[in-house]
């Protein structure tokens, strides 16, 4: 096995990684966003210093996945620019 292949192999397990992180943290933006939802409407409706805090709170969780969120997808972006880059070598060497 070339050293070549070997990085093929960790960028599969790389992406594999990614994938298992994008999807929990897509599941705990979900249930933040009802969260939110909710928090709203129940401050829109008292109007108090606690549905405040909670509302500003929930959006604050919501501010740190999404962050979380765009990291992840860079890293899995630029894992899918350098398997296109090599391909796009592989299919020149070919032609």
Sequence with gaps: MSKFDNFRENDSKSVDDIEKLINENSSEH???LE?????MD???T?????TCLQALNIS???ASVRSTLTELYKSYCHIL???VTRL???NQENT
Excluded: V
């Design 30 to 32: 979900q249930q933040l």
């Design 35 to 39: 969260s939110f939802k909710k928090s």
């Design 42 to 44: 129940s401050f829109a």
């Design 46 to 50: 008292e109007r108090s210093m606690d």
């Design 60 to 62: 604050i969780q919501l």
């Design 81 to 83: 620019e350098r398997e």
């Design 88 to 90: 796009r070598k592989i």
